[in-house]
C-alpha cells in the first residue's frame, strides 16, 4: 500500500506552490518560481543559486517587448546584472508598458534546451498566473527538491496532449425559471482542476439532436450583469430558448475569461482602457487569443450520452472542435444578443480577429 501523491496530486500541489509564491522543482534541472507571485526574499535567494536565472515568457510577450523568440512560441531571456524584482515583474506584468516602454537591452538565449521552460510557463499559466516564470538550473533536482521540501514534478507531465479525465461527482433535480424538470450535473477533473457544470433542462431525448450550449464562465457579465460583455444576455437567452422548446443542455465550463482566469481578465479589461482590443490585451499579456479547451464540453456531453446536438453559438472554432471531438453538429443556432454601447467594438474585435459571425 502506498499513500504518496500521483502525478495528477502532484500538479495541483505544484500549482497551489506557484500561487503562492513556493518554488517548484522539475525533475528536467529547473528551480521554478512565477514571476507574478515571487518576493523579495526568493528573488535574492534563487539569484544565488548559481548560474544566471532564467526569465521565460511567452512569444506574444516577448513580440510586445521586441525581444527575440528564438525557441518560437518562448523567449529565455538571461537575468541581466543587477537586475531587481521590480524589473522581473515588468517583464511579466505589461500595466506599467506605456510608462515605461524600454525594458532592455533583452538578450534571448539560443542554445540550451527550452523544453523545460515551456513546461514550466504551461503549469504557470495552469494556476492561472501570469506566463512568466524565472528559474534556475540545478544538478541534482531529486535531492534538491527533498532537501528543500519543494514539490518535484517533470516536464513530461506538465505537457499533456488531451484534457483531463471528468468524473460526474453528483447530479439533482433542480427546478428552474424557465423549467421545473431541470437538472444540476457537477463535474470534477481529475487533475484538481476547478469543477464544471451542465444544466439539463426537461427530459432531451438521446437519440435526437439537442440544443445545446457550451458556456464560458463570465463573473462580470453573468453574475454583475457587465456591459462591456455579451455573456449574461447569451446565458439567458440560451436558457429561456431551452425552456421554450422544452429540452436543452447548457455546459457552463469554468474557463473564465477565454481560459485565463478573472485577475488575468480584469489586467486585459485595464489594457484595453489603455486603447488596446480584446486580443491585443491577451497577446500583451502573453496570452493566446483564446486558451480554452473545448474538448471539455465534448466529454461531458458523451457522458451524458449525446452525440447530436443542436449548437448555440456564434463562434465556428466551437462547432469545428465539438465536430472533431466526434460529435455530430447538425446545426449552429444563432445567438446575437446583448450588444451595448459599451461592448459594440469588443463585438467587432470578435468578428475581426475571431471570426464570430455576428
Avoid at 531529486?142 to 517533470?154: E, K
Wanted: aromatic share 4%.
Amino acid at each position: 500500500m502506498s499513500l504518496l501523491p500521483d502525478i495528477n496530486e502532484l500538479l495541483a500541489r505544484a500549482r497551489a506552490d506557484l500561487r503562492m509564491g513556493v518554488p517548484v522543482v522539475l525533475s528536467d534541472g529547473l528551480v521554478v518560481l512565477a514571476v507574478e507571485t515571487l518576493t523579495a526574499e526568493r528573488f535574492e535567494n534563487v539569484c544565488s543559486l548559481g548560474p544566471a536565472p532564467v526569465v521565460a515568457i511567452t512569444g506574444w510577450r516577448a513580440q510586445t517587448l521586441k525581444a527575440r523568440a528564438y525557441d518560437g512560441d518562448i523567449a529565455r531571456i538571461s537575468l541581466p546584472k543587477g537586475a531587481t524584482r521590480t524589473w522581473v515583474q515588468s517583464i511579466a506584468d505589461p500595466a506599467g508598458d506605456l510608462d515605461h516602454p524600454m525594458k532592455g537591452p533583452l538578450m534571448s538565449l539560443r542554445d540550451g534546451p527550452a523544453g523545460p521552460h515551456r513546461a514550466a510557463i504551461a503549469l504557470i499559466k495552469d494556476a492561472r498566473l501570469l506566463p512568466a516564470a524565472i528559474s534556475v538550473e540545478i544538478e541534482d533536482p531529486t535531492s534538491f527538491a527533498a532537501a528543500h521540501n519543494l514539490t518535484l514534478v517533470s516536464m513530461a507531465a506538465i505537457i499533456k496532449d488531451g484534457p483531463p479525465e471528468l468524473l460526474r461527482t453528483i447530479h439533482a433535480r433542480l427546478p428552474m425559471d424557465v423549467s421545473d424538470a431541470g437538472r444540476l450535473h457537477i463535474f470534477r477533473p481529475d487533475d484538481g482542476g476547478e469543477d464544471h457544470f451542465a444544466v439539463e433542462i426537461g427530459s432531451p431525448d438521446r437519440g435526437v439532436p439537442v440544443l445545446t450550449r457550451l458556456h464560458s464562465a463570465c463573473f462580470t457579465g453573468d453574475v454583475l450583469g457587465s456591459a462591456k460583455c455579451d455573456c449574461g444576455p447569451q446565458l439567458r437567452t440560451a436558457m429561456v430558448q431551452m425552456g421554450e422548446e422544452g429540452a436543452g443542455v447548457l455546459l457552463y465550463l469554468n474557463q473564465e475569461g477565454r481560459g485565463i482566469g478573472l485577475a488575468n481578465k480584469m489586467r486585459a479589461y485595464s489594457l484595453q482602457d489603455q486603447g488596446f482590443d480584446t486580443v491585443e490585451a491577451n497577446h500583451r499579456l502573453g496570452f493566446e487569443d483564446d486558451e480554452r479547451d473545448f474538448r471539455i464540453g465534448a466529454e461531458i456531453l458523451r457522458s451524458m450520452g449525446f452525440s447530436q446536438i443542436r449548437l448555440m453559438t456564434n463562434n465556428p472554432r466551437k462547432v469545428e472542435m465539438l465536430s472533431a471531438c466526434g460529435l455530430d453538429v447538425v446545426e449552429r443556432v444563432p445567438l446575437k444578443v446583448g450588444e451595448t454601447a459599451q461592448n459594440r467594438a469588443y463585438l467587432a474585435t470578435k468578428a475581426a480577429k475571431s471570426g464570430h459571425l455576428l
